[in-house]
């Protein structure tokens, strides 16, 4: 007989909710760098970000080979930390944000919260709040058996909003000790704080176009703009770099890489509407170049971007933007010379030395052309050993591979493609399986292959254990 007090199906219903609300907040103050779309990749840009982060990373007293920043297609303006010392910047906030400074100030919070450990700490916040809310759920489970159903679910409910209200502190409490980090790291770079001040006066333009009340953030996972306002402005204003004029040069740079980013993600018409064709600057030309090519006008975008080019020649980006133009309207062979010059102009950038290694692929036709296919491999097999993030450049060496015959190297070079890209792990898994079993055991690309292997492994592990529910255990 069972002598057991079995919860109703609507209270068991209603404690399922009230948990899975729980969990859902958890997931979604962890998890948001699982949301993120592609990763935008431009020499350019990354350039320029690398450059802005030095001294800010400087200042924190961070390793900079540590430290690596990554572009996100995403038109939200938002930044965010994720797996240790990475950074990643939302497209929509580099477009969003008027100067440089403004990105500068972004930066010194994300390495506030890197140099804080924010992300090793989470369990300092989740945890207690988990064992609230589990606590309430087993004295409201307890309450509802004993036939006190609505002083049950009292108990749940108010076990919840704490174990939100502990976790919601917690994140305020980080974003504000991240923007107190950034501000000292900008005063010891001798960058001026404005930049900070007017991007969280713009955020809370947003609060107030959004209706958001501005009296308390209590059920927020940030501090209103206006309460980081006050706490930052006094600090950043009696620094002696207060008054510091934003680097003309790197504002130059910015402007450009602002341009090209509105050309790649937005139609024409916007393109057009933002940078007119009275604007002759180069971040307008770049602009239009980028919008013209999207929209097939491949004559149009080089007349922009060769306007770059007469004004200065030594431009390797405006180079490389002629070559890309060239050779995906599918004249090849035309391509070749610009992408030569900007890999030489940039001492060979590894994206854009990718791009000449993919333009001498084409140029091969198909391996006929020996001298056009051996070029290309070397130029390629140095840009995945310079650049370790590379998925593309992976794509066209496995091709070459798969002109020649060796089969173990085209499959290495699938495993490490799908393995960078995200993909199935069961597909790189196999892949660096069939590259172990055709390449010299010892050698480093067997090495390679097999790390991959276990790796991809551990991940189909990892996501057998998610979809069955149950929870990651260490191997015994």
């Not at 393109?271 to 030309?285: C, F, G, H, I, Q």
């Not at 060239?326 to 070749?336: F, K, Q």
């Amino acid at each position: 007989m069972d002598c057991s007090h079995p919860i109703s199906a609507p209270w068991g219903k209603a404690i399922t909710a009230v948990v899975t609300a729980v969990l859902l907040l958890l997931v979604q103050l962890i998890a948001t760098p699982a949301r993120a779309q592609s990763i935008l990749r431009d020499a350019e840009t990354e350039a320029l970000l690398r450059d802005i982060a030095a001294p800010l990373v400087a200042a924190a007293e961070l390793d900079p080979r540590s430290v690596q920043i990554y572009l996100v297609g995403d038109s939200s303006i938002n930044a965010f930390v994720a797996g240790g010392q990475n950074i990643f910047f939302h497209s929509g906030l580099l477009v969003a944000a008027k100067d440089v400074n403004q990105v500068q100030g972004v930066m010194a919070h994300e390495l506030g919260h890197i140099a804080g450990g924010h992300a090793v700490r989470w369990s300092e916040g989740a945890g207690p709040a988990s064992t609230i809310s589990l606590l309430s759920l087993i004295l409201g489970a307890a309450a509802m058996a004993m036939g006190a159903g609505d002083a049950g679910m009292a108990a749940i409910m108010a076990g919840q909003q704490a174990a939100q209200a502990k976790i919601l502190s917690f994140n305020r409490e980080q974003e504000s000790r991240a923007d107190q980090a950034g501000a000292t790291y900008l005063n010891r770079a001798g960058i001026t704080g404005r930049g900070m001040i007017s991007f969280f006066e713009q955020l809370q333009g947003e609060e107030f176009r959004l209706a958001i009340p501005q009296t308390n953030s209590y059920n927020r996972t940030h501090p209103l703009s206006g309460e980081r306002i006050r706490a930052l402005d006094n600090v950043l204003r009696q620094s002696p770099a207060w008054n510091s004029p934003v680097d003309p040069e790197l504002q130059a740079r910015y402007a450009r890489v602002r341009g090209k980013l509105i050309g790649f993600l937005y139609p024409l018409e916007t393109v057009l509407k933002a940078y007119p064709e009275t604007d002759t600057s180069d971040a307008a030309r770049f602009a239009r170049a980028y919008g013209f090519h999207r929209a097939a006008f491949p004559e149009k975008a080089l007349a922009e971007v060769q306007a770059v080019v007469l004004r200065n020649p030594a431009d390797p980006y405006a180079r490389e933007l002629e070559g890309q133009i060239l050779l995906e309207s599918g004249r090849v062979h035309d391509a070749l010379r610009p992408l030569r010059q900007a890999v030489a102009l940039s001492n060979g950038e590894p994206l854009i030395a990718g791009m000449l290694g993919h333009a001498l692929l084409q140029a091969s036709n198909d391996g006929a052309d020996k001298a056009s296919l051996a070029e290309a491999e070397t130029m390629l097999r140095n840009v995945v050993q310079r650049d370790s993030r590379n998925p593309f450049a992976w794509l066209q060496l496995g091709t070459i591979y798969e002109l020649k015959g060796d089969q173990p190297r085209a499959a290495l070079a699938s495993a490490e493609r799908i393995s960078l890209s995200g993909g199935d792990p069961r597909l790189a898994a196999r892949a660096a399986k069939t590259a172990m079993a055709g390449l010299p055991r010892g050698t480093p690309d067997f090495l390679r292959a097999e790390d991959i292997a276990l790796a991809s492994q551990g991940e189909i592990e990892r996501l057998r254990l998610k979809e069955r529910g149950g929870k990651e255990q260490l191997p015994r």
